[in-house]
């Protein structure tokens, strides 16, 4: 069997920021379990509600707290439920330490590939595409020293099958066609969201998403 060959390499790294780049999918968990437990006035079991949040990571945060509050039977609005995980996120994200142990060598290697690739073509850019808000981004990036990594940042704005609007906006900002482009990401959700334009997507899961399947039609 021939391998297949792409007509146009891809020059555009478009890149997820939490769970791909920093594993922080375990503090966003934490907070959204301190979040639970406040509404609920009780604890619950870590290794439970971890199983739950997995299902979700990738998602648009009002649907998790949709989804959270639908199995918790909660009684507060999915805003204020957000809300209160915000609060506990930034919190732990806060910790400069916390965030800077959670790199992912392999992929911070593998966008320093990338960009020298671009020094010798001169041609290409990297780009964070994140649906985490500024200050995340910020929190992240002055932790991590990766700023320099990219040469854009498209933040805030959902990522999904159904509405792929970040990677959109990436590709409006760069004026880049789907097929120049090479996104990394470690979730279902946003693997749909780069496909759903067409962008090759590599999948690089993490111990919350590794678990996740594709649904496939008929």
Known sequence: MKPEYLTIAPVYLLCDMDGTLVDTEGLKDEALRRAIADAMGTDLDPEEQTRLYSQYVGMPGIDIARAMIRHHRLTVSEEVLWGLREKHRRALY???EALRTRMVSPVVALVERFREGILVTGKGRTILVTTAGDDQVHAVLDATKLGHL??????GREKSRDNPACYRAALEACGALPEECLALEDSVAGYEAARSLAI???????????????ETGP
């Open 94 to 96: 806060s910790d400069v």
């Open 150 to 155: 990219f040469d854009l940042v498209v933040s």
């Open 200 to 214: 090759p997507c590599l999948l690089l899961p993490n111990s919350y998403t590794r678990h996740q399947r594709l």
